[in-house]
């Protein structure tokens, strides 16, 4: 194990500030290819977060919320540029906190200047609206105003671009921000406030508080924040629900997902097979939109299984700083034996393991935390394997007769975040993504994102929308304003006639 004095020490970062934290705490940050500490991170407490909270109450009264739209149009234009420039950089360094190879981590950090870039030109164009009345001597107009003070709370999987899905559009509606990024992977983000200052973002707009669970329990029990919005588990998402509840705090969440990926027997077979397998083994499969469950119709049954095989076989585990490698490490420790359990609950469950199955070890891989690529075939979709979400790169592929089983099976879960279909018949295009009851669905391709569209999911993979124009709306609250322009004096206790 190196030497923990000699790694680079992160503080909290409040009001333009480092700061240490009030316990004094610091923990380390593993880098699951090494197997080594590389940073460490400190634990703020309900104190922390109660200043950070402050503080970005006290920017958005005095400064921020007097601010114009082009204003923040222009430094989150600047903030793009910043971290496009900065892409490789940062890529490296989240690919060294969570595992996720580089060539992922360098194009989401490119995708982050788009999401920038996207709500900065939204900035400046968030007008209300003038409602007529019945009435000619009065004027009503509804406005569109920041709600304030938003807590944001992230997984470690994706901590830039879970980041930015929110921090864009709270930032182009004109709130501050206080930012709780994950345990295991909280360098980036607390890199990304040199990139804040360095836009020109006024102390205080953008805070962080690190720590585990409990500083994420303090900012969704805290008093003072408008909203949070949390990327995270269901269980961490229900814990934040209600705390928040308790201070009437509306929350977003985005959560886990055990999506259907249906290919249908008159698919383009090729494509349809690369993209489930990109579906599920990119991002070491720890992504929550990933394509678990593989529903294929019988007559294509065993050419699609056989077809993954083959691939899955030749996948390139290694470094994941490494350009060529194509799958990178479980992200950290927990999250490895989690996934190791479960494959191991779904050979005792029945399933039968096609390939992978275990620990990959070899060469460099022995250091690290690998998982071979796994996939189990003739999953029912009552088995745990189907039901329940592993966040790894584990495949389990169901069979299905036709269009009606594939739909009940797709539906038959209590996650909707995601599906995909490959059919080439347009009518079932439709009929299709009509009945799945998903956030969202893809057709002849997957995993596919746009800082356009808006990103959700419905049952328990959590409520309220990002990106798009719908990510926007919800860091903005409405405003009606009626003016009375009448020179009629009003007795509001006379009888009407
Ligand atoms: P997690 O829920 O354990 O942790 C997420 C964050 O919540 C961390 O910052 C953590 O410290 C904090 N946290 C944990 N318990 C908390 C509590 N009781 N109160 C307040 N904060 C708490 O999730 P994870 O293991 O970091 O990430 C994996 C999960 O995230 C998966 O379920 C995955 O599907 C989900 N995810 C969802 C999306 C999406 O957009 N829908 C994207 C990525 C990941």
Redesign the pocket.
């Known amino acids: 194990m190196g030497n923990i004095d000699t790694l680079p020490s992160y503080e909290l970062y409040i009001g333009g500030q480092s700061v240490a934290p009030r316990s004094g705490e610091h923990f380390p940050s593993y880098n699951p290819f090494t197997g080594q500490p590389w940073a460490m991170i400190s634990q703020a407490d309900a104190d922390d977060v109660a200043q950070a909270i402050d503080t970005a109450r006290k920017t958005f009264d005095t400064t921020w919320k007097s601010t114009t739209g082009y204003e923040r149009a222009k430094l989150l234009f600047r903030l793009a540029d910043i971290v496009e420039a900065s892409a490789e950089r940062m890529g490296r360094l989240e690919t060294t906190d969570n595992g996720k190879i580089i060539r992922e981590t360098t194009s989401q950090m490119v995708f982050l200047a788009r999401m920038f870039r996207f709500y900065g030109g939204y900035a400046d164009k968030i007008w209300g609206k003038v409602i007529p009345l019945d009435r000619t001597d009065v004027f009503d107009y509804a406005s569109m105003e920041p709600l304030g003070v938003i807590g944001i709370?992230?997984?470690?999987?994706?901590p830039m671009a879970?980041l930015g899905?929110k921090l864009a559009a709270a930032l182009a509606a004109g709130n501050c921000v206080v930012v709780?990024?994950?345990?295991?992977a909280s360098v980036t983000t607390l890199e990304f406030c040199r990139f804040i200052e360095q836009a020109g973002f006024p102390p205080g707009v953008f805070n962080v508080v690190t720590?585990?669970?409990r500083?994420?329990?303090a900012?969704?029990s805290a008093e003072g924040l408008d909203k949070i919005s949390?990327?995270?588990?269901?269980?961490?998402?229900r814990?934040?629900a209600s705390?928040a509840g308790h201070t009437l705090t509306p929350v977003i969440l985005?959560?886990?997902?055990k999506s259907p990926n249906i290919i249908f027997a008159d698919a383009d077979l090729n494509k349809a097979i690369v993209g489930a397998f990109a579906g599920i083994f990119s991002a070491t499969g720890?992504?929550?939109?990933a394509g678990s469950r593989l529903l294929v119709q019988r007559p294509i049954y065993e050419q699609v299984v056989s077809g993954l095989a083959a691939r899955a076989g030749k996948v390139r585990l290694g470094n994941p700083l490494d350009q060529s490698t194509e799958m990178g490490t479980a992200a950290n420790q927990p999250?490895f034996d989690r996934i190791m359990g479960f494959i191991e609950s779904a050979k005792s469950e029945g399933a039968t393991l096609v390939t992978g199955g275990g620990r990959a070890t070899g060469g460099e891989l022995d250091q690290g935390l690998f998982v071979q690529p796994t996939i189990f075939q003739d999953v029912r979709n009552e088995m745990k394997l189907a039901q329940e979400?592993i966040?790894g790169p584990v495949l389990a592929v169901i069979p299905f007769d036709t269009e009606e089983e594939a739909i009940a099976i797709g539906n038959d879960t209590k996650f909707g975040?995601a599906s995909g279909i490959w059919t080439k018949d347009i009518n079932r295009m439709h009929r299709v993504s009509r009945a799945l009851r998903t956030g969202m669905v893809w057709v002849n391709t997957y995993r596919a994102v746009a800082a356009q569209i808006p990103?959700?999911?419905v049952k328990d993979?959590?409520y309220g929308r990002?990106r798009g124009h719908e990510g926007l709306l919800e860091f903005l609250t409405t405003k009606n304003v009626m003016i009375n322009f009448s020179d009629v004096e009003r007795d509001p206790f006379a009888i009407q006639t």
């Open positions: 709370i992230t997984a470690w999987n994706s879970l899905n709780k990024p994950s345990e295991h720590g585990d669970a500083t994420g329990q900012l969704a949390f990327t995270g588990s269901g269980v961490a998402g814990a934040i705390a985005e959560l886990g997902g720890q992504t929550c939109v999250q979400e966040f975040l990103f959700g999911g993979s959590g990002e």
